[in-house]
């Protein structure tokens, strides 16, 4: 399996999630951020307890390199490149379900590095919800055992195929 963490590769994670998730390179330095995470950490009554740089967020985000972010919005999957460009996909039916109730990851525990890589290696392998890991040109480059349940194709099959492939037809 590719490490979640690792930068040349881009991430499929969807925002269906009610915890707070958030992606990192390498370095720790966050390349994405779920509206959870997003919503937590922006509200109003958050505001004095906040030591992450949000104002930096965007030019963090921008300098993440060509990867896909993606969202699973009622029925698409919307892709969106570094460069703001987007594409959507139909996702195939009842393929992702949100987490449980989750455990909530902090700002502390993301700045201090402690769940980076085995964490998102745990939630990819065992997440309830299909989780795909693409390239920038769409290619599946991992998913997890709940996408390939729902979609009845092994994980072989799905391997350097596009994501089109999971997309209902018209």
């Keep these: 399996m590719k490490k979640v963490s690792d930068p040349k590769f881009a991430f499929a994670i969807f925002d269906v999630f009610n915890e707070l998730v958030c992606i990192t390179d390498d370095s720790c330095k966050m390349i994405y951020a779920n509206p ?6 922006t509200s109003p009554l958050k505001e004095d307890t906040l030591d992450f740089p949000w104002s930096d967020f965007s030019g963090e985000f921008s300098k ?3 990867k896909i972010y993606s969202n699973l919005l009622s029925g698409w999957f919307t892709v969106t ?38 964490w998102y290696k745990t939630l990819f392998e065992t997440s ?43």
């Excluded at 959870?36 to 950490?41: G, V």
């Excluded at 996909?89 to 890589?117: F, I």
């Excluded at 599946?140 to 994980?155: G, K, P």
Aim: with cysteine; net charge negative.
């Design 36 to 41: 959870a995470l997003r919503a937590y950490y």
């Design 64 to 66: 993440a390199g060509n």
């Design 81 to 118: 490149r570094q460069d703001i460009s987007h594409f959507n996909l139909p996702h195939t039916h009842y393929m992702w379900t949100a987490l449980p109730e989750p455990e909530r990851v902090t700002n502390t525990k993301l700045s201090q590095g402690q769940l980076a890589g085995e």
């Design 128 to 170: 309830p919800s299909g989780i795909i890991l693409l390239d920038e040109k769409g290619i599946i480059i991992d998913a997890n055992q709940a996408v390939c349940d729902s979609s009845q194709y092994t994980r072989k099959e799905l391997l350097n195929q596009h994501i089109s492939l999971l997309a209902l037809p018209e």
